[in-house]
Structure formats: C-alpha cells, structure tokens
C-alpha cells in the first residue's frame, strides 16, 4: 500500500470526487502515491481520460512517463500537473496484461508523449495502439529485447547494422525535386553532445527535422536500480549533466528519497543547498551563453573565453565547498556531507567578492550578445515556440520561461530555503531564440541574489544550531509498493525523479525526467519553415545536454 500523499484531506478529497464524476466507469481505482492522487484507468480509455483530465480539470502539463513490469502485469504511469499550479498532481496508472501489454497512446493528448511513449516501448516493451511512429528511440531498430524488462538477457549478442539514411519526406510523399536529406551530427560541435540530426530541407527552408538520439545511452536508471538509497546512487546525478549542474541534480535525488522514506532536512542544511544549487545554476548558464555566442556568432575570443573565465570562479568557490569542481557528491539524504569550508570569514569574502563583482560582467555579456546586431539578427523572430505547443510538448525550464510560461517549481512547488528568500521568477513573452537567451542572462542576477541572502543567513547562524544532517537510519528500506515522483527546478527545467520501492534498500523502478529530453522534442516545432542557420541558432538556445537526454 502506497502512504498518503503530503496533501491537506480536503484537497485530495475534492479531487478524488470531481475524478469520480468526470471519469466514470473509465476508472477501475482510486488510491494514494506519496506524492499524489493516483488513479487507474482502463487501457483503452488513457486518450479520452487524459483529454477529461487537460480540459475540465487544468491538468495541462504532462511531466513524464513511468513504464515498469510487475509479475503479473506492465504499468505506464502518466505524471500530471497544472503549469498555473504543479503543486496539484495526479498519477495516472495504466495496467496491461503480461501476455499482450498494448495500452492506448497519449500522443493525441500530449504531444510530449510521443518520445516518452517511445522511450517507454524501447526499454520495458509496452506497446502503443494509435501511437505515431512507435519504434525504438534510444536503441537501434535491429535490438533484441528490452533491456528494463524482466526476462531480458544481457549475455544475448546484438548485431546493429548500418543502413543507408533515407528522407523521412519520401515516406509521405511530399519529397519534391528540391528536397534533399543533411546529416547534422553526431560528432558536430553545433549538436552540443553525441546527437544526429537529420534534417530535410527544401532548397535552403527546413522542411523536417528529427533529433536521433541515444547514442551515450548508459543505462543511469537500471545503474541506480542496483544501488542502495542511502549510500551508492547519489554519485550517478552528477554525471546527468556534465555542463555544472550536478548539485541540482543532486537535489532532485535527495528530495525525492527524502519524501519516499519520510526525512526531514534541517533548516541550516536548506540554506547550504540552496546557496550550492544557485552556483550550480550559474555554471550552467554560463556555458550555455558562452556555447550560444559560439554556435551563433562564432564568438570564441571574447564572450566564450569571458564565460570560462566566470565559471572558473564558480568553480573555485564549490571546490571550496564540496572538494570536486564538476562532480561534486556533495548532497546527502537529510542533509549535506559537511559544513561550510574553514575559516568561513574568508569563504564568505570569496563568495561575496564574485557576487558583487557579477553586475558589471553581466553588462558585458549584453554588451557582447543582447546589444549586437548579428546576434540580433539571427535569433530575434527566429526559434518561434509559442505557449500552447510549449505546454504540449512538456517544455520546462529556461525554454518554457523564453515562451511567457510563467512555471517554476522553486516558487510554485517550494523546496529548499527558496519561499523564504526575495527573488524573481525570470520570464520573457518574445517565444523566440533571443527570448531564451535573455531568460538565461536574467536568471543568473536572480540566482546571485539568492546566493547573496544565504551568505547573510549563513554568517549569522548560530553555531550551536548548524546541523548540516538529519537522523537518518543506517539502511534505508520503505515499504513494498511505496511510490514517489518528485521534481526540482534543474537548470534545463524540470528534473523529476519516480521511485517504486519494494520492501528492499534498492528501488524496484528508477525513473528520470529529464527535463533536455522534452525540451529537445519540441525542436521541429521550431524549427520547420527556418533556414539551416536558423536550425542551429534553435537548437543551441534549448541548451540540451545529451547526457541527460539519453540518461
């Protein structure tokens, strides 16, 4: 049995009766994940329900997709929130037969459903009645088996054969005698990681583009599977993305074990997180405005050496901090691993010496990018993602922020020291590449802003009251069939984690969201009708990090 979710009784009592009135007989249970409502529904009912759900009930944001394999049975679990409210959840569970697990596609409803859909078919099996295009997505097409299900033979050799690229446009016709097919990638500094695309094109006009992923599929959610909560998965979230964002990753670890096995962080060690993650979200969004100003103006000798340079000062501080400058392994479930470095007097001068120095090297960087014509040129009025194909496509993050979407789970799903400090959710109404841009630069002055509350915090704690760690017990096992999605605001948007326990101290499903494999999925929508530089200029502000895409 599931524990209650951390919801107030009539809340949850409310929706449990508008889903009994809207659903009907479509319903087969109503019970309890810890975060959430969830709801079982027939195979054959998941489009109309999901349309119920978006329409009469606001749940419009469909996070991720969760497919796992019990004894008797398959499961898709279909995620949902409201992007006015994602403190509203609901789970939405989908049980196949073992013998024929074929359950009805969500695509029609959520275009984001496609990959997870996809996803969800390559790795456990569960196949998609009116999907699109179901076929492998992180694989190749020539695999045996699916890794994640249960009777799947590892020894088993594999022969993945090499085909020639054909264009997609000749599948449905509309190939002319213009059309040619361009191979962007997958080695090609301009894909920002190991991603092909293969691109159509009609003279020099995109016509269809379609990303080709999993080539650094490395197995994070089945590695994470065979390691205890307590000690051995924290290390893999720092590998999801390489970029500096490892401490948010970290956290989006611990905050989900935290509620699974009911821990309490303490208030001192909030502080010290969120000071860290903030660090964490600016050595991000500087290599991605340093990588853009390449990829866009081939801006190599200034704006991308001047963000190095400012990334090295991040790095300088959170290698005082947690002893890595990448790969930090600082976070623990109920806390952090130690306190902040000593003498604190001379951590804090550092710290405070890059905040107050940060103004004037912002205004450089809009000196640079913002206030330069070229750059002007080729991302105003280009990458055009407007809100409603945004919220389809589950678009979080910087990206969703660039397209007026005014969604962030540190304000609107509070975690962490976040609702206790001043600070701005950063948000542009453009929908085009040089939106996302500025939402990045923006968002680094609203994290300095956090991180200069929490030194002032962190200064005057008392020193008998800095407990940097809860009581945790020594193994960690939650009860059977306990569930758990939880999210953090990641740099790239919104990294959400779904666990199932079973009774042992290692996870039964290890799910990960994240939020560069959504994000990446709405690509075509921006990029159809543009011409190839244009296509480079989109792909770039999305500021994806294949490590965290293939997982």
């Known amino acids: 049995m599931s524990l209650e979710p ?20 479509a319903i087969l249970d109503i019970d309890h994940h810890v975060h959430a409502l969830e709801v079982t529904i027939r195979p054959d009912a998941v489009q109309a329900v999901l349309s119920t759900l978006r329409d009469e009930l606001g749940f419009d944001h469909l996070s991720c997709v969760t497919a796992q394999e019990y004894e008797d049975r398959y499961e898709s679990i279909y995620h949902l929130k409201s992007y006015d409210d994602p403190s509203r959840e609901l789970s939405v569970v989908v049980p196949t037969s073992k013998d024929d697990p074929v359950s009805q596609s969500a695509e029609p409803v959520f275009r984001t459903a496609d990959w997870h859909e996809r996803e969800a078919y390559d790795l456990v099996g569960i196949r998609y009645e009116g999907h699109p295009d179901l076929r492998r997505i992180l694989l190749p097409e020539t695999w045996q088996g699916h890794p994640l299900s249960r009777e799947y ?5 594999q022969i993945v054969t090499y085909d020639e690229n054909a264009n997609p446009l000749q599948r449905d016709g509309r190939s002319g005698g213009n059309t040619m097919l361009l191979n962007i990638g997958p080695h090609h500094p301009a894909t920002h990681g190991v991603m092909h695309l293969q691109v159509a094109l009609d003279g020099e006009q995109v016509v269809d583009v379609e990303p080709d992923i999993g080539y650094i ?8 599977q065979q390691g ?8 893999y979230p720092d590998r999801w993305d390489w970029g500096g964002a490892g401490l948010l990753n970290e956290w989006a670890y611990a905050r989900t074990a935290e509620a699974l096995a009911d821990i309490d962080v303490p208030e001192y060690a909030q502080v010290v997180r969120t000071m860290a993650a903030e660090f964490s979200r600016i050595l991000s969004h500087m290599l991605a405005v340093g990588a853009y100003a390449l990829d866009v103006i081939g801006d190599f000798t200034a704006t991308f050496q001047y963000a190095l340079r400012d990334r090295e000062l991040v790095q300088n501080v959170l290698e005082d901090l947690t002893g890595q400058r990448l790969m930090f392994n600082y976070f623990r479930l109920g806390g952090v691993v130690w306190d902040l470095p000593e003498p604190r007097e001379e951590f804090f001068e550092k710290v405070r010496t890059f905040v107050d120095g940060l103004p004037e090297k912002l205004e450089e960087y809009h000196d640079l990018l913002t206030s330069n014509e070229i750059m002007q040129a080729r991302t105003v009025d280009t990458g055009i993602l407007p809100p409603d194909i945004a919220k389809s496509y589950g678009v979080t993050g910087p990206v969703a922020r660039g397209s007026g979407i005014d969604y962030d789970l540190r304000r609107d799903d509070p975690y962490g020291y976040y609702d206790e400090l001043d600070w701005n959710v950063v948000v542009e109404e453009e929908c085009d590449n040089f939106s996302r841009l500025l939402v990045r630069l923006r968002e680094v002055e609203e994290s300095a802003k956090i991180i200069d509350q929490c030194v002032d915090l962190l200064e005057d704690w008392p020193e008998d009251e800095r407990n940097i760690q809860a009581n945790v017990p020594r193994t960690i096992k939650p009860d059977p069939d306990t569930e758990v999605y939880r999210a953090v605001e990641a740099a790239k948007g919104e ?17 990960i969201r994240g939020p560069s494999f959504s ?3 709405a690509l075509p929508e921006m990029a159809r009708g543009e011409l190839v530089p ?12 294949m490590g965290e895409v293939d997982r």
């Open 6 to 25: 951390q919801r107030s009784p009539p809340r949850t009592a409310s929706l449990r009766e508008r889903l009994s009135r809207h659903l009907g007989d």
């Open 495 to 511: 990294l959400g984690i779904y666990i199932r326990a079973d009774g042992t101290d290692k996870p039964a499903r290890f799910k």
């Open 519 to 521: 994000n990446l999925q």
């Open 534 to 545: 244009d296509l480079i200029a989109a792909l770039g502000s999305l500021d994806t990090i």
């Open 217 to 224: 599929h490395r197995c994070e959610e089945q590695q994470c």
């Open 153 to 157: 033979d590892q020894r088993r050799p």
């Open 228 to 235: 205890t909560y307590r000690h051995q998965i924290m290390p």
